[in-house]
């Protein structure tokens, strides 16, 4: 028995609706839950409360139930048994919940017993039943089935490729570290070999984005959008921006942001003594130090960022405690595991999931110091009732873990003495300067994607180049210089997650926000943290951004002083 199948049993948070043997797996047994549901009479208050009640409970464990099957496949993506239970879900029971919901959720709107309910409490859920009634449409459901069935297949390739280097065959995650290499024939070799492996699926991997432009097109002219941007906008609850606002963040980055971009890029170019960078010179140290390689196994990973989290606030131990004790942490690279990092929540058991692919990287250590900021997050809302609530607009769930990632880069002699240290804090903010303009690329492509669902292959190469001149950096791409234009198909969030990219770049804001603010009182910036954290889903995202003692905003006004803090701390004016 695995420790999630352990954790899902334990049942800490009794049951009152569902039994305790239902199978989740079996629509026939589910059905009879919907039913009871849709016939209840909820006149009254308390009978409504009591409805939201029983729906929660039967949505957050029909949620675990996927989420733990998304984890298995994950975690084994050459486990043709997992796969299949994964599949069957996505396939057989996922798309009967829909139309489920759908009712039920016109059945709330239309209750009487609204009227008695605390506005102010039920106001963010109100809005978001009433968006999901307006765009919901059942002939979305199998398209949506089919678009989840590609996003699997495009994991499951990627989970497969590996390459021969340095006499062992390595994944790409494993070949990811040579770049940081002080041996230039290392580091080209590395991600050589890397891209050569990865050109071998391309034509496999831009197939299947081609059928998912498509459904998603037409999911979005079935629900009368003119495209699948304003489609996706409402369906991930985007209340406060709109595209255009995201459109003049990108102008306001290129502005504000590449003029440091490239200033670091020319540093990095002059101290290397090169008279034009590769992309595989982007990460090796500029004094000639060997790479930062802060732990050898997970487990000094683990007890390394426990004391990171330790040094950023005593109240996270017990947190992280959580996850360690109860072996809910999956952090090593592997061949047959897909690729990225991410924290699920098992809603039921109301538990957080880490998983990553660790290779012993500086960028490890922040990996899992931003996906434990999101296991905070869900440990600070295991007790609100309404599974809707548990979670959060993904602009602030984002907070929860840039805000981490920038809080604990002031804390990191756990891993470090001194010297180094400091060194993996400039790396971070280093990073955190490169990260804005690739955001801005990657969401300005979606946005030009989804505006011209109609482009062609070359089409689509000629924009993202476009994009590159804009948002990139001058390269030499003499080795694969096919590549250069076709590096998108390795970003896992236009075939997983379409739109959603463009949170972290807000969120980064407000990380940057709360590094500020830590750096001048620690104590009163992580408990306004964690007070913002503790409100979950159940107020509107600017106030959770003022909960936490920050602005929800992206406009030069604010961007370009956290510009020059950066620049500060980086030593470049």
């Known amino acids: 028995m695995t420790s999630i199948q352990d954790q899902r049993q334990s049942r800490e948070f009794a049951r009152t609706f569902l039994s305790a043997d239902v199978n989740l797996g079996d629509w026939n047994q589910l059905e009879g839950y919907f039913t009871d549901l849709r016939a209840r009479d909820l006149t009254s208050p308390a009978d409504l409360e009591k409805w939201l009640d029983d729906l929660?409970?039967?949505?957050?464990?029909?949620?675990?139930?996927?989420?733990?099957?998304?984890?298995?496949?994950?975690?084994?993506?050459?486990?043709?048994?997992?796969?299949?239970?994964?599949?069957?879900?996505?396939?057989?029971?996922?798309?009967?919940?829909?139309?489920?919901?759908?009712?039920?959720?016109?059945?709330?709107?239309?209750?009487?017993?609204?009227?008695?309910?605390?506005?102010?409490?039920?106001?963010?859920?109100?809005?978001?039943?009433?968006?999901?009634?307006?765009?919901?449409?059942?002939?979305?459901?199998?398209l949506q089935t089919q678009d989840e069935v590609l996003s699997q297949q495009y994991q499951k390739i990627c989970g497969e490729m590996s390459a021969?280097?340095?006499?062992?065959?390595?994944?790409?995650?494993?070949?990811?570290?040579?770049?940081?290499?002080?041996?230039?024939?290392?580091?080209?070799?590395?991600?050589?070999?890397?891209?050569?492996?990865?050109?071998?699926?391309?034509?496999?991997?831009?197939?299947?984005?081609?059928?998912?432009?498509?459904?998603?097109?037409?999911?979005?002219?079935?629900?009368?959008?003119?495209?699948?941007?304003?489609?996706?906008?409402?369906?991930?609850?985007?209340?406060?921006?709109?595209?255009?606002?995201?459109?003049?963040?990108?102008?306001?980055?290129?502005?504000?942001?590449?003029?440091?971009?490239?200033?670091?890029?020319?540093?990095?170019?002059?101290?290397?003594?090169?008279?034009?960078?590769?992309?595989?010179?982007?990460?090796?140290?500029?004094?000639?130090?060997?790479p930062l390689r802060p732990f050898e196994t997970s487990e000094q990973l683990i007890e390394g960022t426990s004391r990171i989290f330790a040094n950023v606030d005593g109240s996270f131990t017990s947190d992280f405690d959580v996850l360690r004790k109860n072996s809910l942490l999956d952090l090593d690279s592997r061949k047959g595991k897909a690729p990225g990092g991410y924290q699920s929540t098992l809603d039921e058991a109301r538990l957080p999931f880490i998983f990553m692919n660790a290779t012993?990287?500086?960028?490890?250590?922040?990996?899992?110091?931003?996906?434990?900021?999101?296991?905070?997050?869900?440990?600070?809302?295991?007790?609100?009732?309404?599974?809707?609530?548990r979670g959060a607009p993904i602009e602030f769930c984002e907070v929860a873990s840039m805000g981490m990632e920038m809080m604990a880069c002031e804390r990191l002699d756990a891993f470090y003495n001194h010297?180094?240290?400091?060194?993996?804090?400039?790396?971070?903010?280093?990073?955190?300067?490169i990260l804005l303009p690739w955001i801005m690329r990657v969401d300005a492509m979606q946005q030009w994607m989804y505006s011209n669902p109609d482009h062609t292959r070359a089409q689509r190469e000629e924009h993202w180049l476009k994009l590159d001149a804009d948002f990139g950096d001058d390269l030499d791409w003499s080795v694969h210089p096919e590549w250069r234009g076709a590096s998108w198909v390795s970003k896992l969030h236009f075939f997983c997650?379409?739109?959603?990219?463009?949170?972290?770049?807000?969120?980064?804001?407000?990380?940057l926000q709360l590094w500020v603010n830590y750096q001048m009182d620690a104590a009163s910036t992580v408990a306004a943290y964690r007070k913002a954290l503790a409100l979950g889903n159940s107020r509107p995202l600017p106030e959770l951004f003022e909960t936490a003692g920050i602005r929800f905003a992206f406009d030069e006004a604010l961007i370009a002083p956290l510009v020059e803090k950066v620049s500060q701390a980086l030593e470049l004016n």
């Open 164 to 290: 021969e280097f340095d006499g062992s065959e390595q994944t790409l995650p494993q070949l990811a570290r040579y770049v940081e290499e002080t041996n230039r024939d290392v580091r080209r070799g590395a991600w050589s070999a890397s891209i050569g492996r990865q050109k071998q699926d391309r034509e496999k991997l831009e197939t299947i984005f081609d059928e998912m432009v498509r459904l998603r097109t037409q999911m979005a002219r079935n629900a009368g959008f003119e495209n699948f941007i304003e489609y996706q906008f409402d369906r991930l609850g985007r209340f406060d921006y709109t595209p255009g606002d995201c459109h003049r963040f990108h102008e306001t980055v290129k502005k504000v942001v590449m003029p440091l971009k490239r200033m670091l890029r020319e540093k990095r170019r002059s101290a290397l003594g090169m008279e034009k960078l590769a992309p595989w010179d982007l990460e090796v140290d500029l004094q000639g130090r060997e």
């Open 497 to 511: 997650v379409p739109l959603y990219y463009i949170e972290y770049a807000i969120a980064q804001l407000g990380a």
């Open 360 to 389: 012993s990287r500086n960028q490890d250590v922040f990996t899992l110091l931003h996906e434990g900021g999101h296991a905070f997050h869900a440990l600070a809302t295991r007790k609100e009732p309404l599974v809707a609530y």
């Open 419 to 433: 010297v180094d240290a400091r060194r993996a804090r400039l790396m971070h903010l280093t990073d955190v300067v």
């Open 56 to 142: 929660s409970e039967l949505q957050a464990a029909i949620s675990e139930e996927f989420s733990a099957r998304y984890i298995e496949m994950t975690c084994h993506t050459d486990d043709p048994a997992r796969e299949k239970a994964y599949l069957d879900y996505v396939e057989n029971i996922m798309p009967r919940c829909e139309p489920e919901y759908f009712e039920l959720s016109r059945k709330y709107l239309a209750s009487p017993g609204r009227a008695g309910l605390d506005s102010k409490r039920f106001f963010v859920y109100d809005r978001a039943q009433e968006k999901e009634v307006a765009i919901f449409r059942e002939e979305n459901i199998p």
